[in-house]
């Protein structure tokens, strides 16, 4: 199928839907606008779907709202390759059923998409599920992800979940209410080169959230050359999961207070890098300045790793607390460093966020 030079708009279900193993879809100068559900609380209102093995070639295509995503590619044998595309203003269904996204793909799809633009997406905008899925990212500006209107899960640029694989190049996320990056789950692997995450906001049911990125349960991420700036609570989060960061700078992390159901203010988190119980964490080459609270945060962990690092600014340095041990190699820290004793509450550590749409 071939579609080019036009504009679809006000459709039902799918405006462009493409499934089979021998299916090709070729999309040229394409403009989609508000496809909308069937029925009312069932069936949802997707920009381009691909389904089944079938293939998607997009070009120039812009897609402004509808409801659970921009771009759906779901199964094995699955692909999508899209070139230039702007994808803004999928909104998440007023039922809490559905999530949005600009790019959905999941259950062993693959996805390769540049020099795109995403932006006010309800609740994700990228999202990679499940084993075998696959999304590459080259040249994206992702900005102003909206939390769930009504579950108020965190708004996330980028998700990878489930076993899923994220590669990322040279993408800017900025201004999520939520988080920039998650990774969460065994299995799920996030690599990132040129990565640029700043501005993440408190979601303001609970001011909860304001993270960079966060790796969480099992999932293992590698960061080179990342620029994490300007966000709220934490700049790099490893929950239970590993993180390796090269040549990567984290600064300005300012204080996110939580309030809690009662509006008493809860803990207030504003770390360039926390490591909590971390199955594995090395930083080398980087640079942590002027968090607000703790430059670096390395709660029970074992065997991590901090080498040729400049840590400035902040009201701590280094914070190693309940039976973590960290290896020191050529560091040079400016700023109070404090090491908390087992029996120590410590200092607060952040929820890792939930899973996306679940």
Do not use: W
Request: aromatic fraction near 4%; glycine fraction near 12%.
């Amino acid at each position: 199928m071939i579609a080019q030079d036009m504009e679809l708009q006000d459709n039902q279900e799918s405006a462009l839907f493409v499934t089979g193993a021998t299916s090709l879809l070729q999309a040229k100068r394409v403009e989609v606008a508000a496809t909308q559900p069937a029925k009312p609380q069932k069936d949802l209102g997707i920009g381009v779907q691909v389904t089944a093995g079938a293939k998607a070639l997009l070009e120039d295509v812009r897609i402004t709202g509808g409801h659970e995503a921009g771009l759906e590619v779901e199964g094995a044998g699955s692909q999508a390759v899209a070139s230039r595309p702007v994808i803004d203003q999928v909104a998440a269904d007023v039922f809490g059923k559905s999530i949005g996204a600009a790019v959905y793909a999941f259950d062993g799809a693959v996805v390769h998409v540049a020099h795109a633009r995403f932006s006010a997406v309800t609740t994700t905008a990228v999202i990679a599920l499940n084993p075998n899925t696959l999304v590459r990212l080259y040249d994206v500006a992702i900005d102003g992800t909206l939390p769930q209107p009504v579950t108020h899960d965190f708004g996330v640029g980028i998700a990878a979940q489930l076993g899923a694989e994220l590669q990322l190049a040279a993408v800017r996320v900025a201004g999520c209410r939520g988080a920039g990056v998650i990774a969460h789950g065994e299995g799920t692997q996030l690599s990132a080169f040129g990565l640029v995450v700043e501005g993440s906001e408190v979601r303001m049911s609970d001011g909860g959230g304001g993270h960079g990125v966060y790796v969480a349960d099992g999932a293992k991420a590698y960061l080179e050359a990342a620029l994490i700036v300007h966000n709220r609570s934490t700049g790099l989060a490893a929950d239970h999961a590993a993180l390796i960061a090269d040549r990567c700078v984290v600064r300005d992390t300012t204080y996110a207070p939580l309030v809690l159901p009662d509006l008493k203010l809860g803990q207030q988190l504003a770390d360039g890098l926390v490591a909590a119980a971390a199955t594995a964490l090395s930083v080398q080459r980087s640079l942590f300045a002027n968090n607000a609270r703790a430059a670096v945060l390395i709660d029970a962990t074992l065997a991590a790793t901090l080498a040729r690092t400049v840590v400035s600014g902040g009201l701590y340095g280094v914070v190693t607390q309940h039976g973590s041990s960290v290896q020191s190699l050529n560091n040079a820290v400016f700023g109070a460093s404090l090491q908390n004793r087992a029996g120590d509450a410590g200092l607060a550590v952040p929820a890792a966020p939930k899973l996306v749409g679940q």
